[in-house]
């Protein structure tokens, strides 16, 4: 068939114990009843569980992401580390140092159960231009959601070469050979890959998809899809366990641009300006007379505003860099696969896949629980665009802890951060400056401050504003973030002159709302949260406690 179209106990790294009355099945068979975000899924409030742990990361490959890559890359193995050997807690609640042979020692008791066995593998965001040309000068325009194994100097050695790597408590002594190959594939992710990244569908292709295509043409006015992608059937196949707990990292500094195959979204993609959109768009996208020139009718709706239903936008005012931003108020159509298709993705147990949303009739097993696991063993964490003071206990110290989504909700910064209408002025999507303060330190996005260091300038409105920075390890010379600086006054806070300082991420609102709605099987996380960012590897080892246990 061809498709056209755990709860969380606190994330404290010092919190020896969940105090959770809820129920935790062992071994990885669904429990009996409906709910758990899926049909056939375990009742709501039980975790089913499993000591085996798959790790998916996906990983941004557009330009000014190898920084970011680098800083990831650097964290990784203390999520590793504390899977495989969580810390042991006195009675008092303090860590004590694991005995010779790696067990607690006596009168203490481990965070959580170890992992027993890992399957740890890296895809990349780029899924190519869908046929439209812009990405023509990439590298690596299309990875097509399959398994990496490059590394910066060569390909690296997988598991049985089937590409991914793997740890077994009962034979592995030492986690540095995978955390060490991990970190080469992050690197080797690299930043030549198509600018208009699309990590949920990504996700989606290699998890989930009953039939990935293997190649996409142009049918005259649509895409057709061609083939069957039967590396990422077998790759799919060997890395899930039938009933392992699974965890999807999503890394990016830009919002997700999945485009609905089965629109004419490739058409937008393309580098020559696209229809306009009728005047009402501007006002209300859910008007009903928000359509594209080119489709509307212009005397049932007049006045459109559109000259004609050939009217379309300058070069300047269609920019390449902002062809993913608020499509339905640009262009009058969203050509984007609905957000709810990735939640329903990560928690349906059946999936409609000719439907955008892959909820609907003619529904089919999904691939990701015909083994027998349970949606509340699917974990979703986001590292993105979003200032960390919005999802930290304390805004004033970036060491502190994350939020649980939980916590997230009762606090209201659900509604900060996520799609479709972000409340903090820092999350908002615009190529101008924001005016507006911080909900957590109050500071102004229009003035210089701690999160995104002031808006800038953006003369030619050919960017984005970003959400938020973070400082470098080393500063890159005559950056190409940095040309409109080189040469005469610039506000741009990444740069000094032509040297970049710190890198900046655009709103991952999009990703943000994946996570969001996975209730308490959801984790956010922000890539600027420099000295902290630690912090975000021990948010995910907490929320996985509770299905590896």
């Known amino acids: 068939m061809r498709s056209s179209r755990l709860l969380l106990c606190g994330l404290a790294l010092l919190a020896p114990a969940c105090g959770s009355d809820v129920a935790v099945i062992v ?106 040309g812009a990405c023509s000068g990439s590298t ?17 050695e997988t598991y049985q070469d089937l590409g991914f790597l793997a740890y077994d408590a009962a034979s592995d002594s030492s986690t540095a050979d995978l955390i060490a190959k991990t970190q080469e594939i992050i690197l080797g992710v690299d930043e030549v890959g198509c600018g208009y990244e699309m990590p949920l569908e990504a996700m989606t292709r290699f998890l989930v998809d009953p039939d990935p295509y293997e190649a996409v043409a142009k049918s005259g006015s649509q895409l057709a899809l061609q083939g069957t992608d039967q590396v990422v059937l077998q790759q799919r196949a060997a890395f899930l366990r039938p009933t392992s707990s699974l965890a999807i990292i999503v890394l990016s500094d830009e919002n997700d641009c999945s485009i609905d195959v089965g629109s004419q979204g490739f058409l937008v993609l393309a580098p020559t300006p696209f229809y306009r959109a009728t005047a009402q768009c501007e006002v209300d996208p859910n008007d009903t007379c928000c359509n594209s ?41 969203d050509f984007q696969f609905p957000v709810q298709r990735y939640v329903n993705a990560l928690t349906l147990t059946q999936i409609a896949p000719a439907e955008a949303s892959l909820s609907g009739d003619d529904a089919v097993v999904n691939p990701l629980f015909a083994g027998g696991r349970d949606p509340s063993q699917v974990t979703f964490m986001t590292i993105g665009g979003v200032p960390w003071q919005d999802l930290v206990t304390d805004p004033s110290d970036a060491t502190s802890r994350y939020r649980t989504a939980d916590e997230l909700s009762a606090a209201g910064a659900w509604d900060w951060i996520s799609a479709p209408s972000p409340t903090d002025p820092f999350m908002h999507e615009l190529d101008r400056q924001r005016s507006g303060n911080s909900p957590t330190t109050g500071e102004s996005v229009s003035a210089p ?35 409109e600086c080189g040469t005469g006054p610039c506000d741009n806070p990444i740069c000094d002159g032509a040297t970049q300082l710190f890198a900046g991420a655009n709103p991952t609102l999009r990703q943000n709302a994946v996570a969001r709605g996975m209730g308490t099987r959801g984790v956010v996380a922000s890539m600027c949260r420099g000295p902290g960012e630690h912090t975000a590897m021990d948010a995910l080892a907490m929320h996985l406690g509770p299905v590896l246990d």
């Open 27 to 132: 071994g990885g068979g669904s429990a009996e009843g409906g709910g758990g975000g899926g049909q056939g899924g375990s009742p709501p409030g039980v975790v089913v569980s499993s000591p085996d742990l798959d790790l998916l990361i996906v990983v941004d490959s557009s330009i000014g992401m190898a920084p970011k890559q680098e800083q990831f890359a650097a964290q990784i193995g203390r999520l590793v580390e504390h899977l495989v050997s969580p810390p042991c807690f006195d009675p008092t609640g303090g860590i004590v140092a694991r005995a010779g042979d790696g067990s607690c020692p006596s009168g203490s008791t481990a965070q959580f159960e170890p992992v027993r066995s890992l399957h740890l593998g890296v895809i990349s965001s780029s899924l190519g231009d869908l046929t439209s």
């Open 293 to 333: 020139c080119a489709l509307v009718d212009l005397t049932a709706c007049a006045p459109t505003g559109c000259e004609s239903s050939d009217d379309k936008y300058t070069a300047p005012q269609d920019q390449p860099n902002l062809k993913c931003w608020e499509q339905k108020r640009r262009y009058g159509v």
């Open 140 to 156: 690596n325009v299309d990875d097509k959601g399959r398994l990496l194994s490059r590394g910066p100097g060569g390909p690296v």
């Open 449 to 483: 401050n701690g999160i995104n260091g002031g808006d800038r300038t953006i003369p030619e409105h050919n960017w984005l504003e970003y959400a938020c920075i973070t400082p470098l390890d080393i500063p890159i010379s005559d950056s190409f973030q940095c040309d």
